[in-house]
């Protein structure tokens, strides 16, 4: 029983309950992940708070009020926010750096994916392969969790997380920029290893059930897939990725 409590505690430390509170955590610049807010609230404090997540779009959720009592017993007034584990980054501001220290820059977008356990196992992998950030949506995907942290065995700790409004914008930033884009998908025109990693690259990942949405397919350059030998007829997705960034190791080192 007291590790339920210990563990309950963790979780609500990484919380912010209550208007004002929220109010001011986020005035203060404190990185929010999403807000949820009970459905039927009306006071002129939630107005304002209202006002103040819309200025600093970060994601509001109406919810009924059970949802919100299911995750805390304090006194909440209605009003949760998750606090994230790590200073998200933009891509509009990583390009730019990583070129001016003359890299070639290497980032990996992940669209639609919300499992956090593979987010946090592609993290790991985007660290040990030299990804030099990862991308992500504000709405529609993961976050950056205690889950997420301890899958990536820390590696959310060091790696840049980019969480972008529209994730079709950002692929036009990178092409513009002069990012050569790679879409896996079961779409794909030919194998793997035929694709071009070598200058600046993004690989685009999507979930298991949907894919990479249409929208970002149509900016990717290159359609890539995985050969399946076997009776299933995909791959977990962090394993996919996996064998795209190692590709990507093998042609951006000629060394290996």
């Known amino acids: 029983m007291a590790y339920k409590n210990d563990k309950r505690e963790q979780e609500e430390s990484a919380m912010i309950f209550g208007v004002r509170a929220v109010i001011e955590a986020v005035q203060a610049g404190k990185e929010i992940d999403k807000v949820l807010v009970k459905k039927d609230i009306q006071s002129d404090l939630s107005k304002e708070l209202l006002a103040v997540l819309k200025t600093r779009m970060i994601p509001v959720q109406r919810v009924p009020v059970e949802r919100i009592n299911r995750i805390t017993r304090k006194n909440h007034q209605g009003v949760v926010a998750f606090v994230s584990a790590v200073v998200y980054q933009k891509t509009e501001e990583m390009v730019p750096f990583l070129f001016e220290q003359g890299k070639n820059p290497f980032f990996v977008m992940l669209d639609g994916i919300t499992d956090v356990r593979n987010f946090g196992a592609i993290a790991r992998t985007c660290e040990c ?43 036009q930033y990178l092409k513009d920029s002069g990012f050569h884009i790679v879409a896996a998908t079961e779409k794909g025109d030919y194998n793997y ?54 590709e990507a190791v093998k042609q951006r080192n000629s060394e290996i």
């Open 193 to 246: 290893t035929k694709a071009n990693y070598t200058g600046p690259l993004c690989i685009v990942m999507g979930a298991e059930d949907t894919g990479v949405s249409y929208d970002n397919l149509s900016l990717s350059d290159e359609w890539v897939k995985i050969p399946m030998m076997g009776a299933i007829e995909s791959l977990n997705v962090s394993v996919a990725a996996g064998i795209l960034m190692y």
């Open 129 to 171: 392969a030299g990804v030099d950030a990862v991308i992500i949506p504000q709405r529609g995907g993961v976050s950056v969790n205690a889950d997420a942290v301890k899958t990536s065995a820390g590696a959310l700790h060091t790696l840049p997380v980019c969480r972008e409004r529209n994730l079709k914008d950002t692929l």
